[in-house]
């Protein structure tokens, strides 16, 4: 059964083949999947902080699309950045942790050896550390915790 206004099939992929208007700056595609941007999440969340927040802040000023392309592009160019940086210091840590992660159902608390690796070669390499937003103070960060026995 086709829905009316589309020629496609429901069970079919439906690609948008109209490019973007001309007036539009290239901007490159991140070309990750989900396990590998879950896996760098934190670390893209801190490094594009500021990129991140400034398109949100758009968002919430004029939900017309259109609007945020310029700050949407910044934020893309930070993650692609983040993942080339990670990429070339510690792609044998970054390639076990996000297997793990597509493997064991995106789950990180079963990924947490392959998860050690990675941020020890991350600070390391960049001093980047791993910080878990809202999370109490006066405990360990739960990816810091001995597991139980």
């Not at 949407?72 to 990670?86: E, F, S």
Request: with cysteine.
């Amino acid at each position: 059964m086709v829905n009316p206004g589309y020629d496609h099939f429901e069970g079919e992929d439906w690609i948008d083949t109209t490019p973007p208007p001309s007036f539009l700056p290239h901007v490159d595609e991140v070309g990750a999947t989900g396990a590998p941007l879950k896996s760098a999440s934190y670390f893209i969340g801190s490094m594009c902080k500021e990129y991140n927040e400034d398109f949100m802040l758009c968002k919430n000023e004029d939900r017309n699309p259109e609007h945020c392309l310029k700050e949407g592009r910044k934020v893309t160019r930070c993650t692609i950045d983040a993942l080339q940086k990670i990429q070339s210091k510690c792609l044998t840590e970054f390639r076990a942790h996000w297997t793990c992660l597509d493997n064991k159902n995106q789950e990180f608390g079963r990924c947490r050896e392959p998860e050690k690796a990675y941020n020890e070669c991350l600070f390391k390499a960049f001093g980047w550390k791993k910080d878990i937003p809202l999370a109490p103070t006066n405990k360990p960060q739960i990816h810091e915790r001995t597991p139980l026995a």
